[in-house]
Protein backbone atom coordinates (compact mmCIF):
# COMPACT_ATOMS: atom_id res chain seq x y z
CA UNK A 1 0.00 0.00 0.00
CA UNK A 2 1.45 3.41 -0.91
CA UNK A 3 0.04 7.47 -0.21
CA UNK A 4 -0.02 9.13 -2.76
CA UNK A 5 -1.85 12.46 -1.97
CA UNK A 6 -1.57 13.82 -5.99
CA UNK A 7 -5.74 13.92 -5.50
CA UNK A 8 -8.57 11.50 -5.70
CA UNK A 9 -10.53 14.25 -7.36
CA UNK A 10 -10.89 13.47 -11.08
CA UNK A 11 -12.42 10.09 -9.57
CA UNK A 12 -14.80 11.47 -7.44
CA UNK A 13 -15.47 14.18 -9.79
CA UNK A 14 -16.52 11.49 -12.46
CA UNK A 15 -18.99 9.86 -9.85
CA UNK A 16 -20.39 13.26 -8.62
CA UNK A 17 -20.80 14.14 -12.44
CA UNK A 18 -22.86 10.85 -13.03
CA UNK A 19 -25.18 9.86 -10.39
CA UNK A 20 -27.64 8.39 -12.68
CA UNK A 21 -25.41 6.39 -14.64
CA UNK A 22 -24.16 5.11 -11.13
CA UNK A 23 -27.29 4.02 -10.11
CA UNK A 24 -28.36 2.64 -13.48
CA UNK A 25 -26.06 0.15 -12.97
CA UNK A 26 -26.38 -0.97 -9.54
CA UNK A 27 -27.65 -4.17 -10.41
CA UNK A 28 -24.36 -4.95 -12.53
CA UNK A 29 -23.08 -8.40 -13.51
CA UNK A 30 -23.95 -10.36 -10.37
CA UNK A 31 -27.35 -10.34 -10.88
CA UNK A 32 -28.37 -9.07 -7.24
CA UNK A 33 -29.13 -5.50 -6.26
CA UNK A 34 -26.55 -3.82 -4.22
CA UNK A 35 -28.05 -1.65 -1.25
CA UNK A 36 -24.88 0.03 0.13
CA UNK A 37 -22.53 0.36 -2.67
CA UNK A 38 -22.97 1.06 -6.16
CA UNK A 39 -20.61 -0.71 -8.80
CA UNK A 40 -20.12 0.13 -12.35
CA UNK A 41 -16.82 -0.74 -14.73
CA UNK A 42 -15.30 2.82 -16.04
CA UNK A 43 -12.61 3.72 -18.55
CA UNK A 44 -12.65 4.18 -22.43
CA UNK A 45 -11.98 0.20 -22.15
CA UNK A 46 -14.42 -0.18 -19.68
CA UNK A 47 -11.43 -1.75 -18.02
CA UNK A 48 -12.06 -0.18 -14.57
CA UNK A 49 -14.04 -1.89 -11.80
CA UNK A 50 -15.69 1.22 -9.83
CA UNK A 51 -17.12 0.34 -6.26
CA UNK A 52 -18.43 3.76 -4.52
CA UNK A 53 -19.46 3.15 -1.11
CA UNK A 54 -22.91 4.78 -0.60
CA UNK A 55 -24.11 5.30 3.01
CA UNK A 56 -24.29 8.82 3.34
CA UNK A 57 -26.05 9.03 6.58
CA UNK A 58 -23.90 6.82 8.34
CA UNK A 59 -20.72 8.30 6.99
CA UNK A 60 -20.08 5.04 4.52
CA UNK A 61 -19.96 3.54 8.36
CA UNK A 62 -18.68 -0.14 7.49
CA UNK A 63 -21.91 -2.42 8.24
CA UNK A 64 -21.87 -6.19 7.53
CA UNK A 65 -24.07 -5.85 4.49
CA UNK A 66 -22.03 -3.15 2.87
CA UNK A 67 -18.69 -5.28 3.23
CA UNK A 68 -19.99 -8.16 2.12
CA UNK A 69 -21.44 -6.57 -1.23
CA UNK A 70 -17.88 -5.06 -1.54
CA UNK A 71 -16.63 -8.59 -1.11
CA UNK A 72 -19.46 -9.86 -3.96
CA UNK A 73 -18.14 -6.67 -5.93
CA UNK A 74 -14.64 -7.88 -5.92
CA UNK A 75 -16.23 -11.20 -6.56
CA UNK A 76 -17.34 -10.69 -10.21
CA UNK A 77 -14.62 -7.88 -10.69
CA UNK A 78 -11.76 -10.70 -9.90
CA UNK A 79 -13.81 -13.02 -12.24
CA UNK A 80 -14.16 -10.05 -15.17
CA UNK A 81 -10.92 -10.83 -17.52
CA UNK A 82 -11.97 -7.45 -19.21
CA UNK A 83 -11.10 -5.79 -15.75
CA UNK A 84 -7.27 -4.42 -14.68
CA UNK A 85 -7.81 -2.38 -12.02
CA UNK A 86 -10.39 -1.85 -9.16
CA UNK A 87 -10.90 1.20 -7.59
CA UNK A 88 -12.89 1.79 -3.82
CA UNK A 89 -13.69 5.46 -3.27
CA UNK A 90 -16.43 6.88 -1.12
CA UNK A 91 -17.98 10.33 -0.89
CA UNK A 92 -16.33 13.91 -0.72
CA UNK A 93 -17.04 14.39 3.15
CA UNK A 94 -16.29 10.68 3.88
CA UNK A 95 -14.43 7.15 2.44
CA UNK A 96 -15.59 5.47 5.74
CA UNK A 97 -15.79 6.04 9.25
CA UNK A 98 -15.45 2.81 10.52
CA UNK A 99 -16.83 -0.33 11.46
CA UNK A 100 -20.34 0.44 12.10
CA UNK A 101 -20.41 1.42 15.94
CA UNK A 102 -24.27 0.86 16.63
CA UNK A 103 -24.00 -2.45 14.98
CA UNK A 104 -20.70 -3.47 17.62
CA UNK A 105 -22.24 -1.90 20.01
CA UNK A 106 -23.95 -4.89 21.69
CA UNK A 107 -21.50 -8.11 20.89
CA UNK A 108 -20.29 -10.24 23.63
CA UNK A 109 -16.47 -11.82 23.57
CA UNK A 110 -18.09 -14.98 22.38
CA UNK A 111 -20.14 -14.27 19.84
CA UNK A 112 -16.97 -12.20 18.47
CA UNK A 113 -14.52 -14.63 18.99
CA UNK A 114 -16.58 -17.70 18.09
CA UNK A 115 -18.07 -16.60 15.19
CA UNK A 116 -14.40 -14.79 13.93
CA UNK A 117 -16.16 -11.64 13.82
CA UNK A 118 -15.24 -9.68 10.53
CA UNK A 119 -13.08 -11.82 9.04
CA UNK A 120 -14.37 -11.60 5.60
CA UNK A 121 -12.94 -7.91 5.47
CA UNK A 122 -9.53 -9.45 4.47
CA UNK A 123 -10.83 -10.36 0.81
CA UNK A 124 -10.63 -6.83 0.05
CA UNK A 125 -6.35 -7.42 0.58
CA UNK A 126 -6.79 -11.17 -1.35
CA UNK A 127 -8.00 -9.69 -4.33
CA UNK A 128 -5.17 -10.55 -7.44
CA UNK A 129 -5.89 -6.92 -9.58
CA UNK A 130 -4.84 -3.33 -8.46
CA UNK A 131 -6.91 -2.32 -5.67
CA UNK A 132 -6.58 1.42 -5.47
CA UNK A 133 -8.53 3.55 -2.48
CA UNK A 134 -9.70 6.87 -3.85
CA UNK A 135 -9.99 8.54 -0.72
CA UNK A 136 -11.19 12.12 0.39
CA UNK A 137 -12.93 12.97 4.28
CA UNK A 138 -12.68 11.00 6.98
CA UNK A 139 -10.70 7.67 6.61
CA UNK A 140 -11.47 6.47 10.27
CA UNK A 141 -11.08 3.27 11.93
CA UNK A 142 -11.90 0.17 9.58
CA UNK A 143 -12.28 3.12 7.25
CA UNK A 144 -8.55 3.41 7.14
CA UNK A 145 -7.80 -0.16 7.57
CA UNK A 146 -9.68 -0.60 4.71
CA UNK A 147 -7.67 1.77 2.76
CA UNK A 148 -4.63 0.38 4.01
CA UNK A 149 -5.89 -2.85 2.60
CA UNK A 150 -6.13 -1.84 -1.02
CA UNK A 151 -2.62 -1.55 -3.27
CA UNK A 152 -2.90 2.24 -3.87
CA UNK A 153 -4.33 5.52 -2.08
CA UNK A 154 -4.70 8.57 -3.41
CA UNK A 155 -5.87 10.67 -1.19
CA UNK A 156 -7.65 14.04 -1.66
CA UNK A 157 -7.09 17.41 0.28
CA UNK A 158 -9.87 16.76 2.49
CA UNK A 159 -8.93 13.49 3.78
CA UNK A 160 -8.55 12.25 7.16
CA UNK A 161 -6.91 9.42 8.45
CA UNK A 162 -7.46 7.96 11.80
CA UNK A 163 -7.29 4.89 13.73
CA UNK A 164 -9.72 6.26 16.88
CA UNK A 165 -10.93 2.90 18.09
CA UNK A 166 -9.13 4.11 21.74
CA UNK A 167 -11.49 6.49 21.80
CA UNK A 168 -14.32 3.43 21.83
CA UNK A 169 -12.04 1.46 24.34
CA UNK A 170 -11.25 -1.21 21.66
CA UNK A 171 -8.47 -1.37 19.14
CA UNK A 172 -7.94 -1.68 15.36
CA UNK A 173 -8.92 -5.43 14.04
CA UNK A 174 -8.68 -5.26 10.59
CA UNK A 175 -4.68 -4.68 10.13
CA UNK A 176 -4.43 -1.00 11.09
CA UNK A 177 -1.58 -1.88 14.07
CA UNK A 178 0.47 -3.46 11.33
CA UNK A 179 -0.24 -1.65 8.02
CA UNK A 180 -0.28 1.73 9.47
CA UNK A 181 3.31 1.01 11.23
CA UNK A 182 4.49 -0.33 7.91
CA UNK A 183 3.13 2.85 6.00
CA UNK A 184 3.69 6.04 8.20
CA UNK A 185 6.30 4.27 10.80
CA UNK A 186 6.41 2.89 14.09
CA UNK A 187 5.96 6.24 15.49
CA UNK A 188 3.75 7.73 14.40
CA UNK A 189 1.40 5.10 14.09
CA UNK A 190 1.84 4.48 17.78
CA UNK A 191 0.65 7.98 17.94
CA UNK A 192 -2.26 7.79 15.89
CA UNK A 193 -3.56 4.37 17.71
CA UNK A 194 -3.02 5.83 21.17
CA UNK A 195 -4.25 8.94 21.01
CA UNK A 196 -6.78 8.14 17.97
CA UNK A 197 -5.35 11.72 16.08
CA UNK A 198 -5.90 11.93 12.82
CA UNK A 199 -3.74 13.18 10.18
CA UNK A 200 -4.17 14.21 6.53
CA UNK A 201 -3.02 13.49 3.02
CA UNK A 202 0.04 15.45 3.12
CA UNK A 203 1.47 14.07 6.69
CA UNK A 204 0.24 10.88 5.80
CA UNK A 205 2.57 11.05 2.01
CA UNK A 206 4.96 12.61 4.48
CA UNK A 207 5.74 10.13 6.71
CA UNK A 208 5.01 7.27 3.79
CA UNK A 209 7.26 4.35 3.94
CA UNK A 210 6.51 0.87 3.33
CA UNK A 211 8.28 -2.37 4.52
CA UNK A 212 12.04 -2.13 5.93
CA UNK A 213 14.64 -1.93 3.16
CA UNK A 214 15.46 -5.80 4.00
CA UNK A 215 12.14 -6.73 3.58
CA UNK A 216 11.32 -4.72 0.89
CA UNK A 217 14.04 -6.19 -1.23
CA UNK A 218 13.67 -9.80 -0.08
CA UNK A 219 10.05 -9.39 -1.50
CA UNK A 220 11.10 -7.90 -5.00
CA UNK A 221 13.73 -10.39 -5.78
CA UNK A 222 10.87 -13.25 -5.22
CA UNK A 223 8.36 -11.44 -7.49
CA UNK A 224 11.40 -10.63 -9.86
CA UNK A 225 11.98 -14.12 -10.04
CA UNK A 226 8.70 -15.44 -10.38
CA UNK A 227 8.09 -12.88 -13.72
CA UNK A 228 10.00 -15.44 -15.03
CA UNK A 229 7.56 -17.90 -14.95
CA UNK A 230 5.38 -15.40 -17.16
CA UNK A 231 5.07 -15.51 -20.92
CA UNK A 232 4.83 -12.32 -20.64
CA UNK A 233 8.13 -11.56 -19.48
CA UNK A 234 9.77 -13.46 -22.07
CA UNK A 235 7.97 -11.92 -24.70
CA UNK A 236 9.00 -7.92 -23.42
CA UNK A 237 12.69 -8.81 -23.52
CA UNK A 238 12.25 -10.59 -26.76
CA UNK A 239 10.46 -7.56 -28.34
CA UNK A 240 13.26 -5.43 -27.23
CA UNK A 241 15.98 -7.67 -28.32
CA UNK A 242 14.26 -7.64 -31.54
CA UNK A 243 13.02 -4.24 -31.74
CA UNK A 244 9.06 -4.20 -31.78
CA UNK A 245 6.21 -3.27 -29.45
CA UNK A 246 5.89 -6.65 -26.99
CA UNK A 247 2.29 -8.07 -28.07
CA UNK A 248 1.56 -9.19 -23.90
CA UNK A 249 -1.38 -11.56 -23.74
CA UNK A 250 -1.92 -11.59 -19.83
CA UNK A 251 0.07 -14.82 -19.16
N1 LIG B 1 -20.57 3.72 12.92
C1 LIG B 1 -21.88 3.97 12.91
N2 LIG B 1 -22.40 5.19 12.65
C2 LIG B 1 -21.52 6.18 12.42
C3 LIG B 1 -20.14 6.00 12.42
C4 LIG B 1 -19.67 4.68 12.69
N3 LIG B 1 -18.37 4.38 12.66
N4 LIG B 1 -19.55 7.18 12.18
C5 LIG B 1 -20.53 8.08 12.00
N5 LIG B 1 -21.73 7.48 12.15
C6 LIG B 1 -23.04 8.10 12.05
C7 LIG B 1 -23.38 8.93 13.28
O1 LIG B 1 -23.86 8.12 14.32
C8 LIG B 1 -24.40 9.87 12.72
O2 LIG B 1 -25.62 9.18 12.61
P1 LIG B 1 -26.98 9.82 13.24
O3 LIG B 1 -27.19 11.07 12.42
O4 LIG B 1 -27.99 8.77 13.02
O5 LIG B 1 -26.67 10.13 14.64
C9 LIG B 1 -23.92 10.12 11.29
O6 LIG B 1 -23.05 9.04 10.99
C10 LIG B 1 -23.13 11.41 11.16
O7 LIG B 1 -22.11 11.39 12.13
P2 LIG B 1 -21.80 12.65 13.09
O8 LIG B 1 -23.05 13.39 13.42
O9 LIG B 1 -20.98 12.15 14.24
O10 LIG B 1 -20.91 13.54 12.08
P3 LIG B 1 -19.78 14.59 12.43
O11 LIG B 1 -19.43 15.26 11.17
O12 LIG B 1 -20.15 15.41 13.62
O13 LIG B 1 -18.52 13.68 12.93
C11 LIG B 1 -16.98 11.85 12.73
C12 LIG B 1 -17.89 12.84 12.00
C13 LIG B 1 -15.83 12.58 13.40
C14 LIG B 1 -16.44 10.88 11.70
C15 LIG B 1 -17.80 11.10 13.82
O14 LIG B 1 -18.99 10.60 13.23
C16 LIG B 1 -17.07 9.95 14.44
O15 LIG B 1 -16.23 10.14 15.28
N6 LIG B 1 -17.41 8.71 14.01
C17 LIG B 1 -16.84 7.52 14.59
C18 LIG B 1 -15.42 7.28 14.05
C19 LIG B 1 -14.84 6.05 14.70
O16 LIG B 1 -14.69 5.96 15.89
N7 LIG B 1 -14.48 5.06 13.88
C20 LIG B 1 -13.93 3.81 14.34
C21 LIG B 1 -15.01 2.77 14.52
S1 LIG B 1 -14.44 1.26 15.27
C22 LIG B 1 -13.70 0.50 13.96
O17 LIG B 1 -13.69 0.93 12.84
C23 LIG B 1 -13.06 -0.80 14.29
C24 LIG B 1 -12.71 -1.56 13.04
C25 LIG B 1 -12.44 -2.99 13.40
C26 LIG B 1 -12.50 -3.89 12.16
C27 LIG B 1 -12.32 -5.29 12.57
C28 LIG B 1 -12.31 -6.23 11.36
C29 LIG B 1 -11.94 -7.65 11.76
Known sequence: MAFLCRSASSLLKSSRAAPAVLS???????????????????????????????RPKALNALCDGLMKEVGQALDVFEADGNVGAIVITGSEKAFAAGADIKEMQNRTFQECYGGNFLAHWNRVSTVKKPVIAAVNGFALGG???????????????????????????????????????RAVGKSLAMEMVLTGDRI???????????????????LEKRLFHATFATDDRKEGMTAFVEKRKANFQDN
Open 200 to 218: NAQEAKQSAFELTLAEGNR
Open 24 to 54: AVRLYSSGGQYEYILVEKRGEKSNVGFIQLN
Open 143 to 181: GCELAMMCDIIYAGEKAQFGQPEILLGTIPGAGGTQRLT
